[in-house]
């Protein structure tokens, strides 16, 4: 008999008075106990709708089954077969759209807590574990890799895996894609991805930072210079959105890369770090995804009171329901309904103000969201001296501009088929760059199929 | 790591190195530049390219140590290594088709100014350079100057060598002197440059600048290096670094390359005291 109790086991976390002030790792995981009781919870009904709610179909009842049975390496065996970066997506994956939201339990209480398992059996196999990973015999044939993004890393992975000799080469110092530069510490520490690289590493990956695919090597020279027969384009979505409204370029105004990357990429928040940042009294962030949240509480933690100003309402911020209950918790402050015209500055060009406007949902609009109208004469200020825009990003065009016959679409995306095959023979591309700015988990599903191609069309030749 | 192989100090302040990084070597061109990080915990700083040997595989930088991170970096020495090395980024500057052009540095700006006076020379173009230095111990490069000019000019604030004034004043009075430059290449400090801009648009002579404003990735995905040029936002590390300098808003540049001020001074004096430290 299952575990009827309509609540999720709760997960520990920090303190929110405590947290904003600290960028140590906020849930903290289920003890055994609270894991084996929550897996219990699983009605383990025929039809699986979890399964199919998850955007790489881990085996989810199976691996709860497994937990329940306090069997955690069997479960971690279970999630391996379909995802790369367990202990990445139980963290950050949206499951409340995806897997959770498919749940039967969920139908008339909390459905069962399947991304605070995964997060748990992936932790516990990163503790237990002691197997090193074995590096497979060659099979002779190189692949290279751009961006180590989850995407990249996945498809590296995977490859490795049967035998290939696959280079990874990413733009920046350290390899990890969004998941170093963007998510912050206290959601994902960086020991995580960290360990997923070292892994790939000792399975024989080569990971060349500091390498702008189409600045130092274009495409063309990896494979007819190079002898790399297949090339996966990882590049993911980095470049960022502005509004276009005056005072956008005022100091103290950052997009939300740029406040991030400082933070996380360059540990500005270190009081010793060599990277600066500027410490807002009185911060304002404007937008509402995960990108919005993360810079917001980023802020919190820096000692700011903290503004999110979005033009849509509660339903529609589209942020992981949990990071704006985090949000709140930590006292960050929701204009919601609001949208701003224009940033004020002094007269030494620092930021010192932003007018908003007041906003109303009206008819839908193509995404199926009801379309935010301004009310007219609604202008007021909010009261700040740093302005994050996180509005967004969009795929860079550099690997386009410098690779012949790459078909992109007209926002940026690449084109690719549902193999993530370009238009150029033996290129593919996944990720963010193939989709715009989505999730991990679909970033790390696309560099799985690719890799699984990449394998048929060099093996088939 | 990317190895120091040569260091060779221009003068008190400003230092060159060449390091050895074939790849970036293979590719450069004059008017890009590269990212660096002198070791693990180190900031990413923008250094424009100063010379390369594709042979070699080396890539000269030639930097003025104005904050903590440059002084770690004129502390090290041939043989030892940076962390990080990225490039070449930014776009080469255009210099086909020139006839005469006015190639005007300032200071450390001479440095990244030379390269591209040479590429005009190789191209064909009749080069004129003026070069502008607060006094004479501060000049670097003027041997290198004038091997690719037609015609040189020095100028130093104090008078202390070639003739006093500013780089502006020589080049209005070639221009009245009936010059017809048909570019003018202006690389320098941003008040310079924006002197330098007022004064050909006033003439009518195009004239083109560099942009070195504050940098991250330097990839287009940080925006921090964005200037406004002709009304439109543009990031320095992919559309330029080089802009038509009668379209930047050089006020908002100087404005934003000021931002961090307070937070460089600081970190400098802590990095200057390090090493006095360790000289103790
Ligand atoms: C702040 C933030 C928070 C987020 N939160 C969540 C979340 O909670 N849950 C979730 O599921 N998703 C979240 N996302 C989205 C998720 O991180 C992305 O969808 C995912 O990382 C995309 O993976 P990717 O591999 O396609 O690209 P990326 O992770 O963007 O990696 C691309 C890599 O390619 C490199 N690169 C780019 N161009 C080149 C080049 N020319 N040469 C070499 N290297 C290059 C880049 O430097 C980068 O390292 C968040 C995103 C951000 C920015
Ligand atoms: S340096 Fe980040 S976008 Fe130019």
């Given at each position: 008999?299952a575990?009827?109790s ?13 947290r904003?002030k ?8 289920y003890?055994?106990?609270q894991?084996?009781d929550?897996?219990?919870?699983c009605?383990?009904?025929?039809k699986q ?7 790489v179909?881990v085996h989810?009842p199976d691996?709860?089954?497994?937990v329940a ?8 065996q ?5 995802s790369s ?6 963290r950050?994956?949206p ?5 959770e ?8 209480t909390e ?6 398992l995964?997060?748990f ?7 237990h574990?002691t197997?090193?990973p074995?590096?497979?015999?060659p ?10 993004g989850p ?11 049967k035998g ?13 894609g ?10 994902l ?22 390498m702008?695919?189409?600045k130092?090597?274009s495409?063309?020279?990896l494979?007819?210079?190079q ?12 470049l960022p959105?502005?509004?276009?409204i ?5 100091k103290?105004?950052?997009?939300a890369?740029?406040?991030l ?5 360059m ?9 600066p940042?500027?410490?807002g ?6 937008g509402?995804?995960?990108v919005?949240m993360?810079?917001?509480r ?8 903290v ?6 309402s ?16 930590e006292?960050i402050i ?11 500055g002094?007269d030494d ?6 007018k908003?406007i ?5 008819e ?6 009801r ?5 007219p ?6 009261d700040?001296?740093?302005?994050i825009?996180?509005?967004g990003?969009s ?13 992109t ?14 238009s150029r ?11 715009g700015?989505a999730t ?6 696309a560099g ?7 394998d ?6 | 790591?990317?190895?120091i ?8 302040t400003?230092?060159q ?12 061109e004059p008017?890009?530049?590269i990212?660096?990080?002198?070791d ?12 390369y ?6 890539v000269?930088i030639?930097f ?9 970096l004129?502390h ?5 290594s940076?962390?990080d090395f ?16 006015a ?5 450390v ?5 030379l390269?591209v006076?040479?590429k ?5 173009a ?8 607060r006094?004479?111990d501060?000049?670097i490069?003027e041997?290198?100057?004038k091997a690719?000019?037609?015609k ?6 104090d ?23 048909d ?5 320098g400090?941003?008040?310079?440059m924006?002197?330098?801009?007022a004064?050909?648009?006033?003439y009518?002579v195009?004239t083109v ?12 995905m940080?925006g ?14 992919v559309d330029g670094?080089d ?11 100087m404005?934003?390359a000021?931002m961090?001020?307070?937070f460089?001074?600081?970190a400098?004096?802590?990095?200057c ?5 360790e000289?103790k």
């Open positions: 008999m575990n009827m309509p609540k999720k086991n709760e997960m520990p976390t920090q303190a929110p008075d405590v904003n600290n960028f140590s790792e906020v849930a903290l995981g003890t055994k106990e894991a084996m929550e897996a219990t919870r009605l383990h009904c025929p709708p979890c399964v199919s709610g998850c955007p179909q989810i691996f709860i089954a497994k049975q306090g069997d955690f390496e069997g479960a971690y279970v999630i391996a077969l379909s970066l367990p202990a990445v997506c139980g950050v994956c499951q409340e759209t995806q897997c939201s498919k749940c039967v339990r969920g139908i008339k459905p069962v807590g399947i991304g605070r995964e997060r059996v992936a932790d516990w196999h990163n503790e574990a197997e090193a074995v590096k497979p015999a099979n002779g044939h190189k692949v290279a890799v751009i961006g180590s995407a990249g890393l996945t498809c590296a992975g995977d490859l490795a895996k290939y000799e696959v280079t990874v080469f990413e733009a920046l110092h350290v390899a990890g969004v998941l170093v530069y963007g998510i912050p510490e206290f959601r520490p960086k020991a995580i991805v960290q360990k997923e690289i070292d892994t790939l590493k000792a399975l024989g990956v080569t990971v060349a930072t500091d702008v695919v189409g130092i090597l495409i063309d020279e494979m007819e210079e002898g790399f027969e297949a090339v996966f384009i990882g590049s993911g979505a980095g959105k502005f509004m276009n005056p005072g956008e370029n005022l103290g105004v950052y997009s890369n740029e406040f990357t400082r933070i996380n990429l540990k500005a928040y270190k009081p010793d770090s060599a990277t940042i500027q410490h009294k009185k911060v304002a962030v404007v509402g995804g995960n919005a993360d810079a917001a980023c802020a919190k933690r820096l000692g700011a009171e503004t999110i100003v979005y033009r849509r509660l339903e529609e911020l589209p942020a992981r329901r949990e990071e704006v209950e985090h949000a709140m918790e006292g929701f204009k919601l309904l609001n949208n701003p015209v224009e940033i004020l002094d060009r620092n930021v010192c103000g932003m908003c007041e906003m109303e949902l009206g839908p609009d193509a995404s199926g969201r379309r935010p109208v301004e009310k004469g609604s202008e007021f200020t909010v700040c001296d740093c302005v825009m996180a509005l990003t795929p860079n065009p550099l690997i386009k501009s410098t690779t012949k016959g790459l078909e679409q007209k926002w940026g995306g690449i084109v690719a088929d549902e193999d993530g095959l370009t023979k033996n290129v593919y591309a996944g990720g963010d760059a193939v989709t700015a991990v988990i679909k970033a790390m599903g799985k199929t690719a890799a699984a191609a990449i048929k069309a060099l093996m088939g030749e | 790591m990317f190895k192989v040569k260091k060779r100090v221009l003068n008190p400003v230092t190195m060449d390091i050895s990084a074939p790849l970036v070597a293979k590719k450069a008017g890009q530049f990212i660096l990080r002198v693990d915990e180190g900031e990413r700083i923008p250094l424009t390219i100063a010379d040997d594709r042979e070699a595989g080396t000269s030639i003025q140590v104005v904050g903590a991170t440059t002084e770690k004129n090290l020495n041939e043989g030892d940076l962390a990225v490039g070449p980024l930014g776009n080469a500057t255009e210099t086909e088709g020139y006839r005469k052009v190639v005007v540095g300032g200071g700006g001479c440095a990244i100014a390269p006076a040479k005009f020379h190789e191209c064909g009749e080069v004129t350079s003026i070069v502008g230095f006094n004479k501060l000049v490069l041997e290198e100057f690719c000019s037609t040189f000019v020095m100028m130093t604030d008078g202390s060598y070639g003739t006093k004034g500013m780089v502006t004043n020589a080049l209005e009075e070639l221009i009245k002197e009936g010059e017809q430059f570019l003018v290449i202006a690389i400090p941003l008040i310079m924006k002197f330098v801009c004064l050909t648009k006033k009518g195009k600048v560099s942009m070195n404003p504050i940098m991250i990735d330097g990839t287009g940080c921090g290096c964005r200037l406004t040029v002709g009304g439109k936002v543009k990031f320095a590390c670094p802009f038509d300098g009668h379209e930047v808003d050089f006020d908002e540049a404005a934003r000021a961090y001020k307070p460089e001074r600081h400098y004096e802590e990095a005291n390090l090493f006095a430290k000289v």
